[in-house]
């Protein structure tokens, strides 16, 4: 059985905060901040939030799971003012890291997800479009760590 979880986010904001959020992934995921991490890997967000390595160390992961990637990220071609990231993470959407790494640039940001862990059958989503379709997903990304 598989314990992997992916996880699509948009998030929507100005053009000019997107185009932040855009740069400091760029930033965030182009350099190797822990041995043995990728530089993918979402404790870089924390990281380039303010966060240091020790505090990162110290972190209760019931609190938050930093046991992700992210895969890819762009802005929409067909509306700048929408950031897409896909993101692989175990067992459930690891949303906290990258929330604090939002907020952290742009209080005015709206994030949105969709989540399946297939072969676990779990199916989540905060996105009132997916939820219209497929209810028993609601969620908020408080529910995860």
């Not at 949303?95 to 997800?113: D, G, P, Q």
Request: charged share 30%.
């Amino acid at each position: 059985m598989s314990n992997t979880c992916w996880t699509t986010v948009r998030i929507y904001d100005s053009r000019e905060n997107v185009k932040k959020l855009n740069e400091a992934l760029e930033n965030a995921t182009n350099k190797v901040e822990f041995d043995g991490e990728s530089a993918s890997w979402l404790g870089n967000l924390l990281l380039n939030c303010g966060y240091n390595r020790e505090q990162i160390e110290n972190m209760d992961r019931d609190e938050i799971c930093l046991r992700g990637l992210i895969c890819g990220f762009n802005i929409e071609p067909t509306n700048p003012e929408v950031l897409t990231l896909d993101i692989e993470s175990a067992w459930c959407p690891a949303m906290k890291a990258l929330k604090l790494f939002v907020e952290s640039i742009s209080k005015t940001a709206e994030i949105y997800f969709d989540a399946e862990e297939p072969m676990c059958d779990g199916y989540w989503s905060n996105d009132p479009d997916v939820i219209a379709k497929h209810p028993d997903w609601e969620c908020s990304i408080d529910d995860f760590c």
